[in-house]
């Protein structure tokens, strides 16, 4: 399949400004064959709750969207019936008076097919923890998500081994080179693809840890072939077949200075490391 990958740096609060953005850039991907088009994480609303360290719960959930009936969800839905694509992006998601970071994949038909929130979120003001990780089977093969710091810990791994065949991770910052030669390992221990979206890069990188793309720059499109090949559901993943679950409690136990609880939960660490996020922003504001 062609993968179009979107780099932009959306601007808080300008949900309008930001998707007409993010539509001229989804034409153009679509323009070049793009099959499935991805975006940066927190794209539709500038990622306001790190971005604006004045921003407050209620203005948050007034400009949040709700999964799959909010506003600009049904509009990238139309687009995608109208260019025949599938569309990745993330957003503010609002469930009453809850707050998450989530990204939506539609489909040619701008149905939502697949709606993942993110699950490390120790650093966000006011956004609440996703409580799942699980790949899901799509028309393109066995796609999973994460987004931006979900990559930093064990979040590949369980994808893999439950079979993702793609890793599909919007960012807004961080990155880098660095990171690009990480998931690189991160691609070769679960065989899986791993594209990035982020606001200022976009990478694809294959089973083998080959680099597709690696691109940094922002305010562009990137369109490369991602090749899904029909294989025996056991080739080339030697490393989740020779697993010792019996070995590995210490994987799973919780850290005494961890930032989430057995019940996926901010701690008081993580709480702390939340306000102490914001308070540098402030600061450096």
């Not at 993010?22 to 990622?47: M, N």
């Not at 139309?78 to 998450?100: H, N, S, V």
Request: aromatic share 8%; charged share 25%; proline share 5%.
């Amino acid at each position: 399949m062609l993968v179009g990958i979107v780099t932009l740096k959306s601007a808080p609060w300008e949900l309008e400004d930001n998707f007409q953005r993010l539509e001229t850039y989804v034409r153009e991907a679509a323009g070049r064959r793009a099959q499935v088009i991805v975006a940066p994480e927190s794209v539709l609303d500038g990622y306001v709750f790190n971005a604006d360290p004045t921003s407050q719960l209620a203005d948050m959930l007034e400009i949040a969207q709700t999964v799959p009936d909010g506003p600009y969800i049904q509009r990238a839905g139309a687009l995608c019936k109208e260019l025949g694509i599938y569309l990745i992006f993330g957003l503010l998601e609002r469930e009453a008076q809850t707050l998450f970071n989530a990204c939506v994949m539609l489909d040619p038909q701008g149905e939502v097919i697949a709606h993942y929130r993110k699950i490390t979120t120790a650093g966000e003001y006011a956004i609440t923890p996703g409580g799942a990780l699980q790949p899901f089977d799509s028309p393109l093969g066995r796609l999973g998500f994460l987004l931006c710091s979900d990559r930093t810990v064990d979040n590949c791994a369980v994808l893999g081994v439950q079979g993702a065949q793609v890793i599909f991770i919007p960012m807004d910052g961080s990155g880098g080179p660095e990171n690009t030669e990480k998931m690189r390992w991160r691609a070769r221990d679960n065989q899986c693809w791993i594209v990035i979206a982020n606001t200022w890069s976009a990478v694809i990188i294959s089973p083998s840890g080959e680099l597709h793309l690696e691109k940094y720059e922002t305010e562009c499109v990137s369109v490369q072939y991602v090749h899904l090949p029909q294989r025996d559901k056991g080739q080339g993943r030697s490393r989740f077949v020779a697993r010792r679950p019996d070995l590995y409690g210490p994987l799973v136990a919780g850290h005494e200075d961890g930032y989430y609880d057995e019940d996926g939960k901010l701690t008081a660490a993580g709480e702390a490391r939340r306000q102490a996020t914001r308070r540098r922003a402030v600061e450096e504001s």
